[in-house]
T-cell receptor
Framework: AQSVAQPEDQVNVAEGNPLTVKCTYSVSGNPYLFWYVQYPNRGLQFLLKYITGDNLVKGSYGFEAEFNKSQTSFHLKKPSALVSDSALYFCAVRFPGAGSYQLTFGKGTKLSVIP | DAGVIQSPRHEVTEMGQEVTLRCKPISGHNSLFWYRQTMMRGLELLIYFNNNVPIDDSGMPEDRFSAKMPNASFSTLKIQPSEPRDSAVYFC?????????????FGPGTRLTVL
């Protein structure tokens, strides 16, 4: 079955420390992978995506993600966390296939950056 | 571009009343998605349209829910009659899918409270 998982409901990190938000997927073929961020009382904002090419993808606000095909993972990372990064983060996958435009979202990971 | 526009931003209604949520996608985007977000169930895809045609409505919870897209710049999600369990945040998203990777851009959402 095709799925996307975010194994951590919450991640706490001290300001200035590196952060990682995990995402794994299960899909046959080559998926398109996305990260979105949701601030309180706001819609989801697109951060970055992996389609093909370099496994390390850089996105908005200093975030990056690494596509690892052998581990079927797409973890979100940032070298130095800011308090303003505190938000809900969603990983999403678009499964390959003609006419398949849906994104399947993970359940979300709440990131708290502690001053 | 103004991004995806949703109205109203907040809606409070009484059980049994009809509720209509509105969405204006980003100009030029040919796919539109309606999502519902709750604490218990996370982000759920309700329905999506491609070129104004409903492609997948399997996520629509019941016959009380209906969605239309009469033209490329407008969509509605209607609940009739509304029930307290429909209380949630409803998001509209749009994407350009012709030959692209399908990045979805979300509106700010409509927070619906059914009393």
């Amino acid at each position: 079955a095709q799925s996307v998982a975010q194994p951590e409901d919450q991640v706490n990190v001290a300001e200035g420390n590196p952060l990682t938000v995990k995402c794994t997927y299960s899909v046959s073929g080559n998926p398109y992978l996305f990260w979105y961020v949701q601030y309180p009382n706001r819609g989801l904002q697109f951060l970055l995506k992996y389609i093909t090419g370099d496994n390390l993808v850089k996105g908005s606000y200093g975030f990056e993600a690494e596509f690892n095909k052998s581990q079927t993972s797409f973890h979100l990372k940032k070298p130095s966390a800011l308090v303003s990064d505190s938000a809900l983060y969603f990983c999403a996958v678009r499964f390959p296939g003609a006419g398949s435009y849906q994104l399947t979202f993970g359940k979300g990971t709440k990131l708290s950056v502690i001053p | 571009d103004a991004g995806v526009i949703q109205s109203p931003r907040h809606e409070v209604t009484e059980m049994g009343q009809e509720v209509t949520l509105r969405c204006k996608p980003i100009s030029g985007h040919n796919s539109l998605f309606w999502y519902r977000q709750t604490m218990m169930r996370g982000l759920e895809l309700l329905i999506y349209f491609n070129n104004n045609v409903p492609i997948d409505d399997s996520g629509m919870p019941e016959d009380r829910f209906s969605a239309k897209m009469p033209n490329a710049s407008f969509s509605t999600l209607k609940i009739q009659p509304s029930e307290p369990r429909d209380s949630a945040v409803y998001f509209c998203a749009s994407s350009l899918t012709s030959g692209s990777e399908g990045t979805q851009y979300f509106g700010p959402g409509t927070r619906l409270t059914v009393l």
